[in-house]
């Protein structure tokens, strides 16, 4: 867990800080970033887990910062007046978020004033947070001279729920200075925050956004080696890596699986009320993640401009891209890096590519604005009526997924799963059920209009009714139909279970007629200009005839205009088996077949594109390389 500890100058932080962990805060650097926040001290909780204090200044700081904390510790002064603690309890109140804000209120140095003077300002504290309906929020009167209250206030904060204990989550370090080793000029030192998971020498690591790896030589924990650090620790790394490409500070290390730079994720964002600018579409400004700042775009999803004090949803386009998890803070500051605009938090690190400002849309980032993962899954898949990929939800949230998969699907019994192991795609039952029902509609009329077509090609469905779908999950989706009968599938076309290609009355007369022409022509049967001329007909009409009959696996169509009678089919099919043993020579097929090399060659390559074989370049006498077939899939044609 991590605890960030603010309030006014002089008020006993770093005093108080030091009472409850032992430990004697970390000075900050001359170069300190201003939104980044340093690590005072930690200590061992009882069941092993660490507690990590960070300390907080300015208030818009508070306001981006809060945001990486666990929870807040506001440190106040009893021997300042009520109106100076009421306006420190404001601040705090007054941040986008004060409402998802856990905070406990410290009242130190009791000790200067009377016993009278600080009970009434708990009192009064108490009834200033009980008006604002903030009744649960602990207050706690300390003196770090006498001693008094240290040990309830530290209980207090152990007994402080975490919402995700840190085994759960990859490795996340935010590195806030580098330097060379002077003497080991093969090892780079960093020093930062670990903010989940936990690192042991040896461990490799990513740098991110960049994308070099790098190995842990050694750790460093207060100034002490160590060979494990754990998550809320404020840590050195000596890093084995490569020298031309040093990690720069505001980078950060991560478990190789997390890394995923994007260049555009949406994001919440409140407006300062102070703010100077009205923001509008397109705004060019700088955006703080971490302790680094990127050139952005920001893209207003649910509005045309937003003015000081609004909020507003916007997609954030950066350049370089850089890697971003579910609730990450911002600051967004105008192109001078000087003018503080707005504060922020992540909500979709990948966002759909179309349909970014559809009232559909806006339901899904208002699920996902709350702080609790297993809730903002429930409340996303509730609202959205295509399958979300929990894998790639998993890695934004930094969590296993099989952990998300659970909470998932404890909280919606009526989620379905699909594809497990890979991508994980979740949608609850009656979203799929009327996606199939449109693409059934959209097949059936299909099949209305054009009742002698065998059906559609899968990309044709896609790319027509469903064209906002990634492949993969439409290749699955289809599928799964296809697994549970609702659709079928002839050779390259979907079509409905029911759908059968029929000759009319005149079509069937034909056939009868051109069938035995097709089966007395053994290996060399009539094209269709010969059936044309034999039986009188019409040359279009002949090429309909047969193509029905090969959507219907009556013939098998070779080459355009060429077809074969099944048995036919099944007997080239032996034959093939009988020579691929283990490789088919084309001269020596064609000698057995008694028919002309380019035959030869038309009937091979059906069997490639089959799959009963597969063509291979082998080496041949001196050299010379060839063409062979092996077999692919042996059992294709070997019924009837």
């Known amino acids: 867990m991590i605890i960030g500890t603010t309030g006014q100058n002089n008020h006993g932080k770093t005093t108080l800080i030091q009472a409850l962990t032992g430990k004697v805060s970390r000075p900050a650097p001359a170069n300190h970033h201003p939104v980044y926040p340093l690590t005072l001290a930690h200590w061992l909780q009882a069941e092993g887990q660490l507690m990590g204090f960070l ?14 904390l666990d929870h807040l510790l506001l440190v106040l002064a009893a021997d300042e007046s009520l109106t100076r603690l009421q306006q420190g309890l404001e601040t705090l109140l007054a ?11 410290a009242l130190t140095k009791i000790d200067r004033v009377k016993v009278e003077s600080w009970s009434h300002h708990v009192t009064v504290l108490h009834d200033f947070l009980a008006h604002r309906t903030l009744t649960d929020v602990g207050i706690f009167p300390v003196s770090v001279q006498q001693g008094q209250g240290i040990t309830a206030l530290r209980e207090h904060l152990l007994a402080l729920p975490c919402l995700l204990p840190a085994p759960y989550r990859g490795v996340r370090y935010m590195i806030e200075q580098k330097r060379l080793q002077p003497d080991r000029n093969t090892i780079i030192s960093v020093s930062g925050l670990l903010q989940t998971g936990n690192i042991q020498t040896g461990d490799t690591l990513m740098v991110s956004p960049g994308g070099n790896t790098v190995q842990v030589y050694a750790l460093q924990v207060q100034h002490q080696p160590v060979k494990t650090v754990q998550a809320t620790q404020y ?13 720069p500070q505001g980078n950060w290390l991560l478990a190789p699986q997390l890394h995923a730079p994007v260049e555009r994720f949406d994001a919440f964002i409140n407006l300062l009320a102070e703010s100077p600018y009205t923001l509008r579409e397109g705004a060019q400004v700088i955006l703080a993640h971490g302790a680094a700042t990127y050139p952005a775009r920001l893209v207003l999803l649910d509005k045309d401009k937003a003015r000081a004090g609004e909020a507003v949803w916007v997609q954030c386009c950066v350049e370089p891209p850089l890697t971003v998890f579910w609730h990450d803070p911002l600051t967004v500051y105008d192109m001078t890096g000087q003018q503080t605009l707005a504060v922020g938090w992540v909500l979709d690190p990948s966002p759909p590519r179309r349909g970014r400002k559809q009232p559909n849309r806006w339901l899904a980032l208002q699920a996902l604005m709350t702080a609790d993962a297993g809730q903002a899954m429930a409340d996303l898949l509730s609202v959205e009526t295509l399958p979300i990929s929990l894998a790639d939800w998993a890695r934004a949230m930094n969590l296993p997924l099989p952990v998300l998969l659970e909470i998932v699907q404890s909280r919606l019994p009526d989620v379905l799963i699909l594809d497990e192991h890979e991508r994980a795609w979740a949608i609850r039952e009656q979203p799929l059920q009327e996606l199939q029902d449109k693409v059934l509609q959209f097949i059936s009329e299909f099949h209305q209009q054009q009742p002698d077509e065998a059906g559609l090609m899968p990309e044709r469905v896609r790319r027509q009714l469903l064209p906002f779908l990634e492949q993969d999950l439409f290749d699955w989706l289809l599928a799964y139909w296809l697994v549970e009968d609702v659709l079928a599938r002839t050779d390259s076309f979907v079509h409905l279970p029911e759908h059968v290609v029929a000759l009319t009355a005149e079509e069937q007369c034909y056939w009868q007629q051109m069938e035995p022409l097709l089966q007395a022509g053994g290996f060399n049967p009539p ?31 070779i080459v355009h205009d060429l077809f074969y009678t099944p048995a036919r089919i099944h007997q080239l099919a032996d034959m093939v088996r009988e020579h691929a043993k283990p490789q088919l020579n084309v001269m020596e097929f064609r000698d057995s077949l008694g028919i002309g090399r380019k035959r030869t060659i038309q009937i091979l390559e059906f069997f490639d594109r089959t799959g009963l074989t597969r063509r291979i370049v082998a080496e041949g006498a001196r050299g010379k390389r060839r063409d062979v077939r092996v077999l692919h899939n042996p059992e294709l044609f070997t019924d009837g």
Not at 544 to 551: E, G, N, Y
């Open 55 to 68: 300390e907080l200044s300015d208030p818009v700081v508070w306001s981006h910062d809060s945001k990486w």
């Open 527 to 557: 094209w269709v200009r010969d059936l044309m001329v034999v039986l009188e007909l019409e040359e279009e009409v002949v090429r309909q005839v047969l193509v029905k009959q090969a959507r219907r696996r009556k013939v098998y169509q």
């Open 235 to 247: 840590c050195d790394l000596d890093l084995l890596g490569n020298m031309q490409e040093l990690p």
């Open 95 to 105: 941040l986008p978020w004060a409402d998802k804000l856990s905070f406990t209120v």
